[in-house]
T-cell receptor, first 114, second 113 residues
Framework: IAGITQAPTSQILAAGRRMTLRCTQD?????MYWYRQDLGLGLRLIHY???????GKGEVPDGYSVSRANTDDFPLTLASAVPSQTSVYFC?????????????FGPGTRLTVL | QKEVEQDPGPLSVPEGAIVSLNCTYSNSAFQYFMWYRQYSRKGPELLMY????GNKEDGRFTAQVDKSSKYISLFIRDSQPSDSATYLC?????????????FGTGTQLKVEL
C-alpha cells in the first residue's frame, strides 16, 4: 500500500506558467487536503475536499484551484504561478473529514517559482 | 498574534535525555490536539492525538494538555538519535470549516550521541 503519492517531487517553474501538482491516495479516504509549508509560517491549508465532487477553501486559497472528480485524486493547479508560491506543498487525506479524523500526509512537492 | 505559538528551536540534547516540547494557543475553541513528527524532506506523520485535558502516554512519548492554560506539551523519554526531527503541534475545533488543522511552526530537535 503506497498511501499518498505526490508528483512531481520537485519543480522549478517560470513565473506566469501554469502548473498542476498531482496527489493520489489508495486508502479510499473520503477527505483530502492541500497544505503549503513555509519557514516561520508552518503548514497552512489551501483547499480541502470532504468527499468526491465537493471542494472548499482553506486559509490561503488565492491563486490556487482544485478539483475532486473521484475519490483517489485531488490535483492542485496554479493558474499563473508567482514567486510567492514558492513553497513545499503537502497533500493529505483522512477517512471522513470529521474532527476526530487523523490526517495522513504525502511526501510533498518542492516548488520554486522564479 | 498567531493562534498557535511554538518555539522553533533548534533544540539539541544528548542521547537518553528527556525532551519537553511545548505549544501555546489562543483560540479557546480548539478541542483536538495533535503532535506530528516530520523528518527532513518528508511529510508530517501523526505521533500523538489527544482530546481532553490530562496526559496520554504511548511508549516513550507522553502528550499533555492543559486547556485552562491553553498549553500543550510533548515529552520524549530516553531520547534517541532517531528522534531527531521537527515536531509540529496541531489543533482544531469542532467539526466544520474543512476540519482545518492549525499548526505550530515546528520545533527542530536534534538528539546527539
Amino acid at each position: 500500500i503506497a498511501g499518498i503519492t505526490q508528483a512531481p517531487t520537485s519543480q522549478i517553474l517560470a513565473a506566469g506558467r501554469r502548473m498542476t501538482l498531482r496527489c493520489t491516495q489508495d486508502m479510499r479516504h473520503n477527505a483530502m487536503y492541500w497544505y503549503r509549508q513555509d519557514l516561520g509560517l508552518g503548514l497552512r491549508l489551501i483547499h480541502y475536499s470532504n468527499t468526491a465532487g465537493t471542494t472548499g477553501k482553506g486559509e490561503v486559497p488565492d491563486g490556487y484551484s482544485v478539483s475532486r472528480a473521484n475519490t483517489d485524486d485531488f490535483p492542485l493547479t496554479l493558474a499563473s504561478a508567482v514567486p510567492s508560491q514558492t513553497s513545499v506543498y503537502f497533500c493529505a487525506s483522512s477517512v471522513s473529514g470529521v474532527s476526530t479524523d487523523t490526517q495522513y500526509f504525502g511526501p510533498g512537492t518542492r516548488l520554486t517559482v522564479l | 498574534q498567531k493562534e498557535v505559538e511554538q518555539d522553533p528551536g533548534p533544540l539539541s540534547v544528548p542521547e537518553g535525555a528527556i525532551v519537553s516540547l511545548n505549544c501555546t494557543y489562543s483560540n479557546s475553541a480548539f478541542q483536538y490536539f495533535m503532535w506530528y513528527r516530520q523528518y527532513s524532506r518528508k511529510g508530517p506523520e501523526l505521533l500523538m492525538y489527544t482530546y481532553s485535558s490530562g496526559n496520554k502516554e504511548d511508549g516513550r512519548f507522553t502528550a499533555q494538555v492543559d486547556k485552562s492554560s491553553k498549553y500543550i506539551s510533548l515529552f520524549i523519554r530516553d531520547s534517541q538519535p532517531s528522534d531527531s526531527a521537527t515536531y509540529l503541534c496541531a489543533m482544531r475545533g469542532p467539526t466544520g470549516g474543512g476540519n482545518k488543522l492549525t499548526f505550530g511552526t515546528g520545533t527542530q530537535l536534534k538528539v546527539e550521541l
